[in-house]
C-alpha cells in the first residue's frame, strides 16, 4: 500500500485509559492491531493487516530515532520512545511507546510487540525541538544512508552530552 497522505498539522488525542497495541513480525509487517490503534489512526484493520507499521509514520519524526529503536530490538532488548504517528487522513497523534521482542519457547525473536500510551505533553514539548533538529540534520544530506547516519550520530552525541542512557533521557524528561 502506497501512501500519498499529506500532513494536516491536525492532532487528534485519545482516551488517557486506552492502550494502542499492535505487533510485526520480523519485518516490521503489522499482524495484529487492536481497536484503539484502528480507531485512531483511521485505517481499518484489513487496511493494517500485512503493512509495515511504517504505514503511520508522520514525516516530522526523524528516521535515526527508528534505526535506534530497530538496533535495540535486535539485541533482543525492549526500548521506550516518544513518536508522533499519523493517521489514514493526514491527521497526527503522539504516542508514549513500549516496544518489545516477542519471543517463541526457544527463546527465538519471531516478532515484535508494541503498546503505546498518551504521552505526556510536557515531554513531547521537550522533545519536539529535538526531533526538529535530528531532521534538520537528516535533511542536510541528499543520501539517504548518509542522513540516517548523520542523524543517528547527532542524536547519540545529543544523548551522551547529558551523561545518562537513552532509556534514562526518556524516562527524565
Known amino acids: 500500500m502506497t501512501s500519498s497522505v499529506k500532513p494536516t498539522g491536525v492532532e487528534v488525542f485519545f482516551d488517557a485509559d486506552d492502550i494502542i ?12 492491531a487492536n481497536r484503539v ?18 504505514i503511520v509514520r508522520h514525516p516530522d519524526m526523524p528516521r535515526c530515532v527508528f534505526k535506534l529503536l530497530w538496533d535495540t530490538l535486535a539485541e533482543g532488548r525492549e526500548i521506550f520512545a516518544y513518536v508522533k504517528n499519523m493517521t489514514k487522513y493526514g491527521d497526527y497523534y503522539w ?11 526457544n527463546g527465538t525473536v519471531i516478532g515484535y ?26 535533511s542536510r544530506h541528499r543520501n539517504g544512508k548518509d542522513a540516517l547516519a548523520a542523524g543517528y ?12 542512557s537513552y532509556d534514562q533521557l526518556v524516562f527524565s524528561l
Open 153 to 164: 550520530q547527532h542524536m547519540i552525541d545529543f544523548v551522551k552530552s547529558k551523561n545518562i
Open 95 to 105: 504516542v508514549f511507546a513500549h516496544v518489545t521482542p516477542s519471543f517463541d519457547a
Open 21 to 32: 497495541v499492535s505487533k510485526t513480525d520480523l519485518k516490521g509487517r503489522i499482524t495484529y
Open 37 to 54: 490503534f484502528t480507531d485512531i489512526c483511521g485505517y481499518s484493520e484489513a487496511e493494517l493487516l500485512g503493512q509495515p507499521h511504517s
Open 113 to 138: 510487540h508494541s503498546n503505546r500510551r498518551v504521552p505526556e505533553r510536557r515531554v513531547v514539548a521537550a522533545l519536539e525541538p529535538v526531533y526538529a533538529e535530528l531532521l534538520a540534520q537528516e
